[in-house]
């Protein structure tokens, strides 16, 4: 297969905590990268607010012109208060987002030699999404059965040499250093990820970025946030992943903040041996 380079950005934030030079830098950088797709999972606002959504859209839409763009909600975008446990009806809570975004909550992209689908895992204050903690109310994400069966009938629908990538927001992987899962009932969501079919997926939510493997076969890349709230006073990061016949490698660029642009870090390179 040809190699196939996806940008992967998450957590932008847009809002008080925003980082515009990189913002500005990520404009200037990401056509020189000439990514086949850019993917943007999740968190695009800080508080769902009209004026962030226009930032934001205004971000995507420029992104847009270096390559096909898929963007999908965080838990920042949904406005649960507006149907707090879907009590008022489930759509009120995305009722601003669709009208920066579409009304599709789980778009699509297809690509030569792959396929991307999403997932939504952000749905605001709802019983799937409860814990034992009350600081993770409107935190914490959870993956429904009916959306990995949905992921699941989609994928069966192509040949089977086509890499498959689920796009979610919370984080698959335990947080390095803030050692939590973005998901309720995260080995469930893992389970049901891993037999959907996927090769690779894309998350965020936890402001760290990294990489890593659910039980050996499916390849996560978690994206970073760009904003000043990065775990551990870290530089913020976004990945660049490559897909080729052989390998997925995520390549993660660090924002120098004396050099005022992203500069490519480390590098981590999987082995593709998953068969159908």
Known sequence: MTAVTLAHLSDLHFGWDVDHDQIDALKALLPELRPDAIVLSGDLTQRARHGEFYLAQTFARALAGTAPTMVIPGNHDVQWWASPFGLLGAGRKYVKYRRY???SLVPRLELPGMVI?????????ALGSMT?????????????????ARVRRY??????????V??????VLRGAISHRMGLARWRRAQLGLRDSGADLILCGHDHQEGSGQVDGTVVVSTAGSHTFRTRG?????????????DS?????????????RF??????RYGRMRER
Do not use: Y
Request: proline share 5%; hydrophobic share 40%; glycine share 8%.
């Open 166 to 171: 689920v796009v979610v927001h919370h984080n």
């Open 132 to 148: 034992g903690n009350l600081n993770d109310l409107a935190v914490k994400g959870h993956l429904p059965a009916s959306e990995v």
């Open 263 to 268: 500069v490519a870090s480390d590098l981590a």
């Open 233 to 245: 006073g870290r530089p913020s990061a976004f990945n660049l992943v490559t897909v080729s016949e």
């Open 155 to 164: 994928f069966d629908g192509f040949p089977p040499d086509l890499t498959r």
């Open 117 to 125: 689908a999403s997932a939504l895992t952000s749905h605001g204050v």
């Open 248 to 260: 997925i490698d995520v390549q993660h660029l660090r924002w120098d903040h004396e050099l005022r």
């Open 101 to 103: 975004f579409g009304e």
